[in-house]
């Protein structure tokens, strides 16, 4: 465990320092809410509509982060320097994602609120102790994915390009169970109940999907 | 070595699909609702499996190359989601057509099977972009087969989760099988045994198609001249 507490003090310090990818993603945020009051001409949404533009809006919030999380480390070499460590490969991984994980937490406080302001209205404001459950299990699920997905574009001529095409498909299950958890909690007379069914989903989705890249993630670093 | 046997199966392939469409056309029952038009489930049902079977058979060469470390796996790895791929644009486009003809709408998002496999597909169609964008045989290889080992396990859970978001009952073929005559399957089954030979007498033609490619390269650079490497998964 000490590597990965080690790693992920290193992904925190570095974000901190350098303050590149968490402000952008939720700048991005905010901006989409807007291009998403013009695109679809509406003041405020509830229901299906309003989960779906929290859950658009966060995905490509999520995949504009992933594209930066291997970037520093291969482009200054600390990448190099990890793998020379004698350390389990997986650690890398675990790390990544659990910072990940905290990236999309720190969004989503500038972000949900935004988008309560923006477009949802303050009557929705009893969907929050269902919402927290649905972001907490959504970014478990985008981030097991994302770091995997960075991970195999980092290495490609394309990467900027890659990573978003590879994520959103692999990511699809995600988006559908989390638009049809959060539909009821913003429905227009007062959220209605969280629907387990779809949590059950996202939680299986986290496990199968997160235990798969443990397991293939090594193969990415064999250098 | 992948040539060995390949005009029997090719042979075999003609033959079996031949009469299954014969079989479809004369022997299987006429539709009452649809029609003529219901034949056409005797080739997208078929092609739709066999291309789901061909990402898995390329998920488990990839777990093979990954374990082994043995290029000709990936080779494999790399004919089967190829083949899958191109059998899939024939899915889509019969799923589209028969959707039409059934339903009066090209495309049905409350069709499952039809939905998922488009994520399926739009995944897959990554593959070849993710391979060729690495310049390094060897980690494109690697790279390349981790891919195939997420995307299949990718596939079953995908397949869930749209299910259950469109759990409205458009009256399947498969699924109310209790009432479909004999015949029907009958043929159902020649016509699937067809789809698998044609996709298997594919990934043999491209296999040995590879497999010539490496060697042809290998002997020139024996005779000494300059050989181009090109975007290809064959062997170098």
């Known amino acids: 465990m000490r590597p990965t507490s080690a790693l992920l003090r290193k992904e925190l310090r570095l974000e901190w320092r350098t303050r590149e990818a968490v402000p952008a993603m939720a700048l991005f945020s905010v901006t989409t809410f807007v291009v998403f009051h013009f695109g679809i001409q509406q003041d405020a949404v509830s229901g299906a509509l309003a989960s779906g533009v929290l859950w658009v809006t966060l995905l490509f919030a999520a995949m504009l982060g992933a594209n930066r999380l291997f970037v520093s480390d291969v482009e200054d070499g600390a990448l190099d320097g990890i793998l020379l460590a004698p350390i389990d490969r997986t650690s890398l991984y675990l790390a990544k994602a659990v910072s990940f994980i905290a990236f999309l937490a720190i969004v989503e406080i500038v972000a949900v609120p935004a988008f309560y302001v923006l477009l949802l209205g303050p009557e929705a404001l009893d969907a929050i102790p269902g919402l927290l459950a649905v972001l907490l299990l959504a970014d478990i699920g985008i981030a097991v994915s994302g770091t995997l997905v960075a991970g195999l574009a980092t290495q490609t001529r394309s990467r900027d390009l890659l990573g978003p095409l590879l994520g959103l498909p692999l990511l699809l299950p995600v988006i559908i169970a989390a638009a049809r958890a959060t539909e009821p909690l913003f429905a227009p007379g007062g959220a209605g109940a969280l629907p387990l069914k779809w949590l059950a989903v996202l939680a299986l989705y986290d496990v199968v999907i997160g235990l798969i890249a443990v397991a293939v993630f090594d193969f990415l670093l064999e250098d | ?236």
């Not at chain 2, 594919?202 to 296999?207: A, G, I, K, N, V």
Request: charged share 15%.
């Open chain 2, 1 to 236: 070595m992948y040539g060995k046997g390949l005009r029997t199966l090719s042979i075999a392939t003609a033959v079996t699909l031949t009469a299954a469409f014969a079989l479809g056309f004369f022997y299987a029952p006429m539709d009452a609702d649809q029609g003529v038009m219901q034949k056409i489930f005797y080739v997208h049902v078929p092609m739709a499996i066999v291309a789901l079977l061909g990402f898995v058979a390329g998920g488990i060469f990839a777990i093979q190359h990954l374990r082994s470390g043995d290029r000709r796996h990936d080779m494999r790895s790399y004919v089967a989601i190829h083949m899958s791929l191109i059998l899939g644009v024939g899915v889509l486009v019969t799923g589209s057509i028969w959707a039409k003809a059934a339903w009066g709408h090209w495309w049905l998002w409350d069709e499952p099977a039809l939905v998922s496999f488009l994520i399926v597909f739009l995944l897959y169609a990554c593959y070849q972009p993710l391979r060729f964008a690495i310049e390094d045989p060897e980690r494109q290889a690697r790279y390349a087969s981790v891919f195939a080992v997420v995307a299949g396990a990718f596939v079953p859970l995908n397949f869930m989760a749209v299910r259950m978001a469109e759990e409205k009952t458009h009256p399947r073929v498969l699924q109310d099988s209790s009432n479909l005559p004999g015949s029907v399957w009958l043929v159902f089954f020649v016509a699937l045994l067809g789809m698998g030979l044609l996709y298997m007498t594919l990934w043999r033609f491209e296999m040995a198609a590879k497999n010539t490619r490496g060697q042809i390269r290998k002997l020139r650079r024996r005779l000494g001249a300059d050989v181009v490497a090109t975007r290809s998964a064959a062997p170098r």
